[in-house]
């Protein structure tokens, strides 16, 4: 495992972190950089395989290259804020970016995934861009935002509103976040094992950026031992998105399997989780029906 470290960090790994008996694979370092560049090559790919003709489409005749200009006033007088624009994979998911803007906090992480109005607790521009109607999803990385829509709604309708809600709150000077809820990041604990804390770093340092650059992003969620599988989840751009499944298979899953033999395959915590919510929707109806509250 220790060589697996050595092959995402370069040659120039502390070779501190390596055990003893690992020191002789050291030399081989280099190579396994470059392999481990090339997945990441290949992961991009992957990612943007699928549905990024329709999410084109959607952006109009200006394409992934659309900025809009827009006018900013505030005390110090005019300025311009340019706010670029880029589709996803998922059609129904479009990446906002402030040109020369942060969104979040590096203190708050690299992204931050919100499903509905009521996450977004301590999250001002995602509450404000939930207000829009057909809003379905907001996602905060350091230097976007990804918006995420109803199907039936077009962009043409909603982009504006989007632009507005954004240059608005770079307009009152206001933190965009000021606080999150709940632990996001996929960062090493200590209480980690060697085989999680692997996992963790292959997918902070060589997965999480490709997925994020397309707008999505992918989080760790747990890893089982006994049958070494590995769950992590999807936000932002990849919730929904028909091309995840291809994501997750051709390039994540095949990337933590090649660096680190304990890892026997991958699985999705989405679907657990709506299934597990909708259990527990079902048992408090149930309730409220037994109490009277319910008809």
Not at 115 to 139: I, S, W, Y
């Amino acid at each position: 495992m220790a060589a697996v470290r050595a092959c995402l960090y370069g040659a120039a790994a502390p070779m501190a972190a390596l055990r003893p008996a690992a020191a002789a694979a050291a030399h081989r370092a280099p190579l396994l950089a470059r392999q481990a560049a090339r997945f990441s090559v290949a992961l991009r790919a992957s990612v943007g395989v699928a549905g990024r003709s329709g999410a084109e489409g959607a952006v109009g005749a200006a394409g992934a290259g659309l900025a809009r200009r827009a006018a900013l006033v505030g005390a110090s007088g005019r300025r311009t804020l340019f706010i670029g624009m880029q589709p996803t994979p998922n059609p129904d998911s479009m990446k906002f970016l402030p040109e020369g803007k942060q969104v979040l906090p590096p203190e708050f992480g690299t992204g931050r995934d919100y499903r509905n109005v009521e996450e977004t607790k301590g999250a001002p521009l995602a509450r404000q861009l939930f207000l829009l109607e057909g809003v379905t999803g907001v996602f905060l990385g350091p230097d976007f935002v990804s918006v995420s829509k109803q199907e039936e709604l077009d962009w043409a309708e909603l982009r504006p509103q989007i632009f507005g809600v954004i240059m608005d709150a770079y307009a009152s000077g206001k933190p965009l976040v000021t606080r999150v809820e709940g632990a996001h990041d996929t960062a090493a604990a200590e209480e980690d094992d060697e085989v999680v804390e692997m996992i963790k770093e292959l997918i902070e340092t060589r997965i999480r950026p490709a997925v994020q650059d397309d707008g999505g992003d992918i989080l760790f969620e747990g890893f089982d031992p006994e049958d070494g599988i590995v769950t992590v989840r999807l936000a932002g751009a990849c919730v929904g998105c028909g091309s995840s499944e291809i994501t997750l298979r051709n390039g994540v899953e095949n990337m933590l399997m090649h660096y680190i033999p304990e890892v026997k395959g991958l699985a999705q915590a989405g679907d657990e989780l709506q299934e597990l919510s909708k259990e527990e929707f079902e048992t408090m109806e149930q309730r409220l029906a037994a109490a009277g509250l319910r008809e």
